[in-house]
Protein backbone atom coordinates (compact mmCIF):
# COMPACT_ATOMS: atom_id res chain seq x y z
CA UNK A 1 0.00 0.00 0.00
CA UNK A 2 1.49 3.01 -0.94
CA UNK A 3 1.89 6.17 1.20
CA UNK A 4 1.39 9.40 0.60
CA UNK A 5 4.35 10.86 -2.57
CA UNK A 6 5.63 13.57 -3.76
CA UNK A 7 7.72 15.08 -6.60
CA UNK A 8 10.34 16.42 -6.79
CA UNK A 9 12.06 16.03 -3.28
CA UNK A 10 14.46 18.86 -4.16
CA UNK A 11 14.97 21.42 -6.20
CA UNK A 12 16.71 25.18 -6.84
CA UNK A 13 14.93 28.18 -8.21
CA UNK A 14 16.09 31.76 -8.26
CA UNK A 15 13.83 34.57 -7.38
CA UNK A 16 11.29 35.45 -9.28
CA UNK A 17 10.61 32.43 -10.76
CA UNK A 18 7.30 29.95 -10.32
CA UNK A 19 7.19 26.45 -8.83
CA UNK A 20 4.98 23.61 -8.81
CA UNK A 21 4.99 20.98 -6.51
CA UNK A 22 3.06 17.32 -6.87
CA UNK A 23 1.46 14.83 -4.49
CA UNK A 24 -0.29 11.95 -4.69
CA UNK A 25 -2.58 10.69 -1.74
CA UNK A 26 -2.06 7.44 0.02
CA UNK A 27 -4.58 4.57 -1.29
CA UNK A 28 -7.92 5.36 -0.70
CA UNK A 29 -7.89 9.14 0.66
CA UNK A 30 -9.27 11.67 -1.14
CA UNK A 31 -8.49 15.40 0.88
CA UNK A 32 -5.23 16.39 -0.05
CA UNK A 33 -3.39 19.22 2.52
CA UNK A 34 -0.24 21.13 2.07
CA UNK A 35 2.03 22.53 5.07
CA UNK A 36 5.35 24.64 4.80
CA UNK A 37 7.74 23.64 7.27
CA UNK A 38 10.65 26.38 7.57
CA UNK A 39 14.49 25.37 8.78
CA UNK A 40 14.11 25.04 12.65
CA UNK A 41 10.17 25.37 12.40
CA UNK A 42 7.48 23.26 12.69
CA UNK A 43 4.95 23.07 9.88
CA UNK A 44 2.62 25.49 8.84
CA UNK A 45 -0.74 24.98 6.78
CA UNK A 46 -1.12 26.20 3.37
CA UNK A 47 -4.77 25.04 1.90
CA UNK A 48 -6.61 21.74 1.69
CA UNK A 49 -7.85 20.15 -1.50
CA UNK A 50 -11.35 17.53 -2.05
CA UNK A 51 -13.27 17.25 -4.72
CA UNK A 52 -11.07 19.55 -6.96
CA UNK A 53 -11.96 22.61 -4.79
CA UNK A 54 -9.81 24.65 -2.11
CA UNK A 55 -11.58 24.28 1.06
CA UNK A 56 -9.83 25.67 3.84
CA UNK A 57 -6.78 28.22 3.89
CA UNK A 58 -3.59 29.57 6.17
CA UNK A 59 -2.42 32.54 6.39
CA UNK A 60 -0.64 32.64 2.99
CA UNK A 61 -0.56 34.87 0.14
CA UNK A 62 -2.01 34.68 -3.35
CA UNK A 63 1.30 33.45 -4.45
CA UNK A 64 0.66 30.18 -3.47
CA UNK A 65 -2.13 28.70 -5.17
CA UNK A 66 -3.23 24.57 -5.56
CA UNK A 67 -5.32 22.40 -7.95
CA UNK A 68 -6.60 18.48 -6.84
CA UNK A 69 -6.94 16.19 -9.84
CA UNK A 70 -10.07 13.75 -10.49
CA UNK A 71 -7.83 10.88 -8.95
CA UNK A 72 -6.93 13.06 -5.95
CA UNK A 73 -3.79 14.25 -6.71
CA UNK A 74 -2.33 17.89 -6.16
CA UNK A 75 -0.45 20.30 -7.21
CA UNK A 76 1.03 23.61 -4.68
CA UNK A 77 2.13 26.42 -7.10
CA UNK A 78 4.04 29.27 -6.07
CA UNK A 79 4.70 32.70 -8.05
CA UNK A 80 7.17 35.33 -7.74
CA UNK A 81 9.40 32.96 -5.28
CA UNK A 82 11.08 34.57 -2.63
CA UNK A 83 13.91 33.98 -0.32
CA UNK A 84 11.86 33.46 2.60
CA UNK A 85 9.71 30.69 0.62
CA UNK A 86 12.95 27.83 1.05
CA UNK A 87 11.49 25.26 2.50
CA UNK A 88 10.31 21.78 2.98
CA UNK A 89 6.78 21.43 1.55
CA UNK A 90 4.98 18.80 3.06
CA UNK A 91 1.76 17.04 1.63
CA UNK A 92 -0.59 15.18 3.76
CA UNK A 93 -3.84 13.00 3.19
CA UNK A 94 -6.53 11.75 5.02
CA UNK A 95 -9.84 9.31 4.66
CA UNK A 96 -12.06 12.41 3.60
CA UNK A 97 -12.90 16.10 4.78
CA UNK A 98 -14.73 15.16 7.28
CA UNK A 99 -11.94 12.93 9.42
CA UNK A 100 -10.67 14.12 12.51
CA UNK A 101 -8.26 11.99 12.89
CA UNK A 102 -4.44 12.12 11.69
CA UNK A 103 -3.05 13.09 8.67
CA UNK A 104 -0.44 10.63 7.02
CA UNK A 105 2.33 12.76 5.44
CA UNK A 106 4.91 12.54 2.38
CA UNK A 107 8.76 12.98 2.51
CA UNK A 108 8.16 16.35 1.65
CA UNK A 109 10.00 18.80 -1.49
CA UNK A 110 13.00 20.53 -0.59
CA UNK A 111 12.57 23.72 -2.59
CA UNK A 112 15.92 26.50 -2.12
CA UNK A 113 15.40 29.80 -3.87
CA UNK A 114 18.96 31.34 -4.67
CA UNK B 1 -6.85 31.44 18.58
CA UNK B 2 -5.68 27.77 18.47
CA UNK B 3 -2.06 27.47 19.34
CA UNK B 4 0.73 24.39 21.10
CA UNK B 5 3.73 25.59 22.60
CA UNK B 6 6.30 22.85 23.33
CA UNK B 7 8.71 24.45 26.09
CA UNK B 8 12.12 22.22 25.87
CA UNK B 9 13.84 22.54 22.66
CA UNK B 10 15.79 19.57 23.01
CA UNK B 11 15.45 16.92 25.51
CA UNK B 12 18.29 14.59 26.42
CA UNK B 13 17.94 11.11 28.32
CA UNK B 14 20.06 7.94 28.90
CA UNK B 15 19.25 5.02 27.65
CA UNK B 16 17.04 3.01 29.49
CA UNK B 17 15.58 5.54 30.84
CA UNK B 18 11.90 7.00 31.01
CA UNK B 19 11.71 9.75 28.76
CA UNK B 20 8.88 13.12 28.42
CA UNK B 21 8.39 15.00 25.75
CA UNK B 22 5.71 18.44 27.40
CA UNK B 23 3.27 20.10 24.61
CA UNK B 24 0.94 22.11 26.41
CA UNK B 25 -2.33 23.77 24.26
CA UNK B 26 -5.10 26.32 23.43
CA UNK B 27 -8.41 25.65 21.30
CA UNK B 28 -11.58 27.36 22.02
CA UNK B 29 -13.23 23.84 20.98
CA UNK B 30 -12.22 20.29 21.79
CA UNK B 31 -9.10 19.65 20.79
CA UNK B 32 -8.13 16.78 18.85
CA UNK B 33 -4.26 15.96 19.57
CA UNK B 34 -1.34 14.34 17.49
CA UNK B 35 2.17 13.56 17.84
CA UNK B 36 4.72 13.01 15.04
CA UNK B 37 8.26 11.70 15.11
CA UNK B 38 10.71 13.58 12.20
CA UNK B 39 14.02 12.23 11.55
CA UNK B 40 16.51 14.17 9.73
CA UNK B 41 15.49 15.29 5.91
CA UNK B 42 12.14 13.19 6.26
CA UNK B 43 8.47 13.77 6.20
CA UNK B 44 6.29 13.81 9.63
CA UNK B 45 5.59 9.91 11.09
CA UNK B 46 2.12 9.95 12.61
CA UNK B 47 2.57 8.28 16.90
CA UNK B 48 -0.74 8.92 18.46
CA UNK B 49 -3.54 11.02 18.49
CA UNK B 50 -6.41 11.79 21.11
CA UNK B 51 -9.96 12.24 19.76
CA UNK B 52 -12.48 11.10 22.96
CA UNK B 53 -12.56 8.76 25.41
CA UNK B 54 -9.67 7.32 27.71
CA UNK B 55 -6.62 10.15 28.47
CA UNK B 56 -4.24 7.64 28.35
CA UNK B 57 -3.57 6.92 25.11
CA UNK B 58 -1.05 4.12 23.16
CA UNK B 59 0.46 4.71 19.98
CA UNK B 60 3.60 3.54 17.54
CA UNK B 61 7.16 2.47 19.27
CA UNK B 62 6.07 2.36 22.82
CA UNK B 63 5.17 5.84 22.96
CA UNK B 64 2.17 6.58 25.00
CA UNK B 65 0.74 10.39 25.80
CA UNK B 66 -1.61 11.43 28.82
CA UNK B 67 -4.65 14.50 28.05
CA UNK B 68 -5.42 16.39 31.11
CA UNK B 69 -7.75 18.61 30.10
CA UNK B 70 -7.45 21.03 32.96
CA UNK B 71 -3.92 21.29 32.62
CA UNK B 72 -4.56 21.70 28.76
CA UNK B 73 -1.32 19.49 28.07
CA UNK B 74 -0.77 16.21 26.18
CA UNK B 75 2.75 15.20 27.24
CA UNK B 76 4.44 12.37 25.27
CA UNK B 77 5.80 9.46 27.34
CA UNK B 78 8.15 6.20 26.92
CA UNK B 79 8.78 3.79 29.77
CA UNK B 80 12.24 3.16 28.38
CA UNK B 81 14.51 5.30 25.45
CA UNK B 82 16.22 3.64 23.26
CA UNK B 83 18.77 5.57 21.06
CA UNK B 84 17.14 4.78 17.40
CA UNK B 85 14.28 7.18 19.71
CA UNK B 86 16.61 10.26 18.70
CA UNK B 87 14.59 12.54 16.38
CA UNK B 88 12.30 15.79 16.31
CA UNK B 89 9.03 15.25 17.55
CA UNK B 90 6.24 17.64 17.32
CA UNK B 91 2.98 17.83 19.10
CA UNK B 92 -0.42 19.20 17.10
CA UNK B 93 -3.99 20.32 17.66
CA UNK B 94 -6.88 20.62 15.29
CA UNK B 95 -9.73 22.75 16.80
CA UNK B 96 -12.65 20.28 17.00
CA UNK B 97 -15.33 23.61 16.84
CA UNK B 98 -14.06 24.88 13.69
CA UNK B 99 -14.57 22.28 11.16
CA UNK B 100 -11.71 22.93 9.59
CA UNK B 101 -10.29 19.45 9.25
CA UNK B 102 -7.43 20.20 7.48
CA UNK B 103 -5.96 22.79 9.35
CA UNK B 104 -3.52 21.30 12.05
CA UNK B 105 -1.32 23.77 14.41
CA UNK B 106 2.10 22.52 15.07
CA UNK B 107 4.15 23.23 18.01
CA UNK B 108 7.80 24.36 17.25
CA UNK B 109 9.37 20.91 17.74
CA UNK B 110 11.56 19.30 20.39
CA UNK B 111 14.73 17.27 19.96
CA UNK B 112 15.00 14.33 21.85
CA UNK B 113 18.52 13.47 22.39
CA UNK B 114 19.01 9.45 23.67
CA UNK B 115 22.66 8.87 24.31
CA UNK B 116 23.87 5.23 25.44
Known amino acids: DAGVTQSPTHLIKTRGQQVTLRCSPK?????VSWYQQALGQGPQFIFQ???????QRGNFPDRFSGHQFPNYSSELNVNALLLGDSALYLC?????????????FGEGSRLTVL | AQSVAQPEDQVNVAEGNPLTVKCTYS??????LFWYVQYPNRGLQFLLK??????LVKGSYGFEAEFNKSQTSFHLKKPSALVSDSALYFC??????????????FGQGTTLQVKP
Open chain 2, 50 to 55: YITGDN
Open chain 1, 27 to 31: SGHDT
Open chain 2, 92 to 105: AVRDGSSGNTGKLI
Open chain 1, 49 to 55: YYEEEER
Open chain 1, 92 to 104: ASSLSVLYVGELF
Open chain 2, 27 to 32: VSGNPY
